[in-house]
């Protein structure tokens, strides 16, 4: 009795566990039209092609999300040399004190209401961003898939980001 019982209850956990994997997975379809890499068509990757006031910002920006991107979506990966050679031409390095507390600020404000959406978005407008021929910063990140490596939760579609460190 207690044999079957436990059966049971197992087999009545996994099912469980199996639809709500099976919903997660699936990400709208009304977003399958948009997720390109055509600015035209897909507002985030227009959103990130646009330039911030601040050309301190501009320069974190891209950075975080690049390395957003690679660590988000499935199969992307960093070029470090690549990004190496960004942050050189940017200035990176030349970014301090008080100018690169004021940037992170801008920077991360336009991260503020990451979600799904925008990474799955993102992630499938990756290569226009950072491909070979990278409008933001070229040949930074290696594309992949497409798609972000979690599924979706529709109850929980926020993205937690860090923040970028600030410095005294």
């Not at 079957?4 to 197992?10: A, D």
């Not at 999300?65 to 390095?93: I, N, Q, V």
Request: net charge positive; glycine share 6%; hydrophobic share 45%.
């Amino acid at each position: 009795m207690a044999h079957s019982f436990r059966s049971g209850l197992l087999a009545a956990s996994l099912m469980i566990a199996c639809a709500g994997l099976a919903a997660a997975a699936e990400m709208p379809a009304s977003w399958k039209k948009s997720m390109t890499g055509d600015p035209a068509k897909n507002h985030y990757v227009a959103e990130a092609l646009k330039p911030l006031a601040n050309p301190d910002a501009q320069t974190l920006r891209v950075v975080k999300l690049a390395d957003t991107l690679a660590r988000l979506c499935s199969g992307a990966a960093l070029d470090k040399k690549a990004l190496y050679a960004f942050m050189t031409e940017a200035r990176f390095a030349e970014i301090k004190g008080k100018a690169y507390n004021e940037a992170a600020f801008l920077a991360d404000s336009s991260f503020r209401y990451f979600d799904y959406r925008a990474l799955a978005h993102l992630c499938a407008g990756s290569a226009t961003l950072f491909g070979p021929q990278g409008r933001l910063a070229p040949g930074v990140l290696k594309p992949g898939k497409g798609r972000p490596t979690a599924s979706y939760d529709p109850d929980n579609p926020l993205v937690p980001l860090p923040p970028l460190a600030r410095k005294s």
